[in-house]
């Protein structure tokens, strides 16, 4: 195949002799092939293995969920998405609930941290000043560092506490709104119990965007570093301001990126667990209100149930975290979509 | 026509128009419209350098006239006026008061583009400093909370198999989790380094259409919520296949989740290995494994470096596959085959849900000393990962020096020993 492009082209290059010489015979191209020896073989055998054994691993952690899920799927059916509660020893079990719960700790995750990372990386990449750049981005990268279980005992001792005012601001003065609206609280009164605020999807959901938030950043900051300095000061030479500038040049030249980043921040919501799991008291119904208390979440639901599961639970168990699988892979693969489709994503890998 | 004054002047888009010089418009046939531009005439001021990201002390008296009105107005809001309280409150009310303050003062001396410009300054510094002091809230609560554990000798030393929860922090540690944490990642290290890096280099070196599938493969395995590989783990090693919850089932759990992460970065820094070098290599007549081991491996090593650590931070730090797969455990267990083993994260979860104050304190412990581990990591991963590929410390060009003095020479002998041969 090489051989016979490198013969194509070599004609075309080859230089036209005068007349006289037409006579002699054409020089003929040389034939490139490629042989490893050895020690190539050997290599080529290696690393191909190391490729298959990684595929193969991969490949049967995706498909022994399948088996494993396949006889609660069988038994339910399609209600399996429809149904809320979860009581695999007596048939009645499905992940609408629950995947709700994961959606929404997701959402509440990605709307506070999304505004504060896309902040912070423009702060990073336009406004600091250059010296406190690279202190910044270790921070960030040490952010996204921390390990979930830290966030979580931050969240369930200190954070906690100190949003249920927020909680109940939010409940009065938008608690028309579906979402807000938290059943059996008295926003009015001052003296009403706070407990009614405790647990809940929106605290779980702060917490997420800890984690999240840092992933998203370093995601646009890549992004709004690569702007073409051409452009950035073009802008400039033309009397821009500096917001200006991003207005019109980074934050369209980044607008792959910034979605992307914000759907991978996205995938890693959905999957958490520890978090979750420290925060939220779990429950079984289909609630939007995220201020009220209780929620519920795959993985949670599937550290908190694993243990006291027999075959068939544990059959339900995994047929719910197939579900959540198939749901970060599509945001994942969505993600890298929109970065690879950007103009600034054709070198930068997230 | 007004260009030198408004050429001087540049400081809002809005007299764009007003600097291009009328054009000349000459018709070659219907759609050949050339615009030549006349020559601007000599600028009478001198032109000034814009500067875009100083602050003037114009600016400095702005904001800080616009901080001390909107924290009075707030501290007038919440004391007298109205019965609003609460910290939250009074920092939210007083940031909107700062920005509107702010506002309306630079408005009476500024164009509309530079007060937007000023205003969003001020949020996108906000931002950062949300983000920072959220980060700073989380290790100085962490570190205050577990401090009454943290500072006792026996917390690093001791393990929790004959202390109760309402044993005071005199008694008892965090040994057996720390000693936990190590073992795990040491296994689960083992197990995908080698094979994390070589299917790196597979993925690079092989343009087959097998190595697509294998990249495609691992993207979408970063997406396996780490839970999900400790389920598959305590399914197949627990229940299927009988073996115990132990070390090496969790190091298992922990490596499925590593391993693609790991890939991925290794993938990305070996791309960036410049061309040329692999190229100068071939043309030397090195075969590929050659190039690989010689060129390309040693040029992506800091990188390759940092995308292990990484790796392992985000392994050191799980939780939920290691409540699946090891259990807890109270005791020193070193052996990984079999019994509980458990790591810090999840001892400090464990310790955190009992009720006893003791139990509370030793559980922020263990989550300091979690967090002191990922920062070390971390910064040996700043460490070593702070060089881009080629570039060499002062100690590796020294060694590169001497390694290259010592070819020579057996290249020069080698030389002498044939030319002897020869004659």
Known sequence: ?????????????????????????????????????????????????????????????????????????????????????????????????????????????????????MGTALFITEVAPRWLRSTLVALIDLMAAVPSVVYGLWGLFLLQGNIIGISRWLNRWFGWLPFFSVEGADPTSPLSSASVYTASTFVAGIVVAMMVMPIQCVVMREVFSQVPPGEREGAYALGSTRWGMIRVVALPFGRGGIIGGAMLGLGRALGETIAVLLIISPRFDLSIHVLEAGGNSVSALIAGRYNESNGFGLSALMAAGLALFAVTLVVNFTASWFIARSRSGASSDA | MTTTSTLSSMSSLASLSDVMPEPTVRSRGAHHLTTLPSMPEPLLVPQQRRVIGKLSRHDLLMMGGAGLSAISTTMLLFGRLTPLSGTFGFVAVAFVLYIVIYAVIASVTESRPTVVDKVMNVLLTSSAVVALFALATVIIFTIARGWQALKQANFYTDDLSSTGPLDPLEQGGISHAIVGTLIITFLSLV?????????????????????????????????????????????????????????????????????????????????????????????????????????????????????????????????????????????????????????????????????????????????????????????????????????????????????????????????????????
């Open chain 2, 191 to 423: 197990f995908t380094v080698p094979l994390a890096v070589v299917c790196a280099v597979f993925l690079n070196e092989s343009k087959s259409r097998a190595a697509q599938l294998v990249r495609t493969v691992v993207t979408a395995m970063t997406a396996l919520p780490s839970i999900l590989a400790g389920l598959f783990v305590f399914v197949v090693w627990i229940l299927v296949l009988e073996f115990q919850r132990s070390g090496l089932a969790a190091s298992i759990a922990v490596s499925i989740m590593m391993l693609p992460i790991i890939i991925r970065s290794a993938d990305v820094v070996l791309r960036l290995v410049p061309g040329n070098l692999r190229e100068a290599s071939s043309a030397l007549g090195a075969p590929r494994w050659r190039t690989v081991w010689h060129v390309v491996l040693p040029t992506a090593r800091s990188g390759i470096m940092t995308s292990v650590i990484l790796g392992v931070a985000r392994g050191v730090g799980e939780t939920a596959p290691v409540l699946l797969t090891a259990g807890y455990a109270a005791a020193m267990n070193v052996d990984a085959l079999k019994n509980p083993m458990v790591n810090l994260p999840l001892a400090a979860f464990e310790l955190v849900r009992s009720p006893q104050p003791t139990q509370i304190a030793r559980g922020f412990g263990a989550a300091a000393t979690l967090m002191l581990l990922v920062l070390v990591l971390f910064s040996l991963a700043r460490i070593l990962g702070g060089r881009q590929a080629g570039h060499l410390s002062k100690r590796q060009a020294k060694r590169r020096l001497v390694q290259s003095c010592r070819d020579l020479d057996r290249m020069e002998r080698r030389i002498t020993v044939r030319g002897g041969a020869a004659t």
């Open chain 1, 1 to 117: 195949m090489t051989a016979t492009q490198m013969t194509a082209t070599q004609m075309t290059a080859t230089t036209v002799l005068p007349q006289s010489q037409r006579d002699v015979a054409p020089p003929s191209a040389r034939t490139l092939y490629q042989r490893g020896g050895r020690g190539d073989r050997f290599f080529d055998a290696l690393t191909g293995t190391s490729g298959l054994l990684v595929l193969s691993i991969m490949g049967a952690v995706g498909v022994f969920l399948a088996v494993q899920a396949t006889p609660a799927l069988r038994k339910t059916g399609f209600s399996f998405l429809t149904t809320s509660e979860w009581q695999p020893d007596r048939g009645q079990f499905g992940i609408a609930a629950v995947l709700l719960g994961t959606v929404l700790i997701a959402a509440v995750a990605v709307a506070v941290a999304l505004p504060i990372s």
